[in-house]
């Protein structure tokens, strides 16, 4: 995820029950987590949107709204009423982790209390990937070779303070490992400068998938709690015996204190949208797993992450805790 995201805001033009939903997108101006313009995050998001149109039977008007690492919509969704005309579709980074790494637009020390949570349908997936023809066949091979040769690991990502950047962060400083983070704009550019050979290495999220199965790029190690449902071979970091997981949902909030009722008829809507063949498809093809939490499981995990992140970050001197 780069903290460039895409987030839109969606309208309901129908007087019955309209609201609204935003993603942001990275590839024009911000950060966020897989950024970019036909990233799957920009995919994923106006299809769910375009499907929960069908079952509501109203037009639904995405809108995008980019800037402050997909904070500035969040910060626009703060003043709308909590009606369920305007909604906002953004990762749970938004307020899990970027508050403690710039300032933001709704409330730092408790994000929640400026949104509801209403569901999730998705995560993203992270990883780390080497050309194929390079000599590192194993996670541990990588890491050798960057704790034995100081400064010749390049690795890109597509931001600073995105969740594969902080994790190579985190190896750094457990390892003693020096070595050059090259961020970009967009996720698809940090694949191809691995491609290219301009790094020796991408942290990022499933962008590197197509390349991954061409056989063109090896995945190391998985950045998450737990496998990829798309390759259960690929160990995770903390079966690698560190503590540290990359977590971020995909997300749709409405404002504070939205109706229950209003955020029933939400989360129905886009739960079935979700569980649709067509957008199975679809989430397989960006390699988003279906993964379908309601609002209280949302807030459950965002409230922890949020306390992970703090002191992750504390102990790297990053973010607003850099000294």
């Keep these: 995820m780069s903290l460039s995201r895409c987030f839109f805001f ?6 019955v029950r309209p609201f609204g939903w935003t993603p942001i997108h990275p590839s024009r101006s911000t950060s966020g ?3 970019g313009a036909g990233s799957g995050t920009d995919i994923s998001q106006r299809a769910i949107a375009a499907t929960a ?19 500035l ?8 009423a909590p009606d369920g005309y305007t909604l906002a579709n953004t990762s749970s980074a938004t307020l899990s982790r970027i508050p403690h790494l710039q300032p933001v637009p709704y409330n730092a020390q408790d994000p929640l209390k400026d949104f509801t949570p209403i569901m999730s349908y998705s995560y993203y997936l992270y990883g780390l990937a080497v050309r194929s023809d390079s000599p590192w066949k194993t996670f541990e091979d990588f890491v050798a070779y960057a704790k034995a040769n100081p400064g010749k690991i390049r690795y890109s990502t597509s931001g600073v303070g995105t969740g594969q950047h902080l994790v190579m962060e985190y190896l750094a400083m457990k390892e003693k490992i020096k070595w050059t983070h090259v961020p970009f ?7 191809v400068a ?5 790094v020796e290495a991408v942290s990022q999220t499933p962008e590197w998938k197509e390349q991954v199965d061409a056989g063109a790029l090896r995945l190391l190690v998985c950045w998450n709690d737990k496998r990829m449902p798309f390759y259960p071979k690929v160990p995770t970091l903390e079966e690698k015996g560190y503590d540290f997981a990359v977590q971020a949902l995909i997300n749709v909030y409405g404002p504070a204190n939205t109706p229950k009722t209003v955020v029933d008829t939400i989360y129905k809507a886009f739960r079935q949208a979700a569980d649709t063949d067509e957008m199975k498809q679809l989430l397989h093809s ?4 279906l993964d379908i939490k309601t609002g209280e499981e949302v807030a459950s ?12 970050l504390k102990e790297l001197g990053l973010g607003i805790y850099k000294k």
């Excluded at 995990?301 to 992750?312: A, F, M, R, S």
């Design 10 to 15: 969606v309208h309901f033009l129908s007087p």
């Design 33 to 35: 987590s897989a950024g």
């Design 53 to 71: 149109s069908k079952i509501l039977k109203q037009p639904v008007v995405v809108s995008n709204v980019t800037g402050g690492g997909g904070t």
């Design 73 to 80: 919509v969040l910060g626009r969704l703060k003043a709308e």
């Design 185 to 191: 704009t967009s996720s698809p550019q940090a694949v």
């Design 194 to 198: 691995c491609l290219g050979g301009h």
């Design 286 to 289: 960006v390699a988003y797993p």
């Design 301 to 312: 995990i965002i409230k922890k992450d949020y306390e992970t992140n703090g002191k992750v």
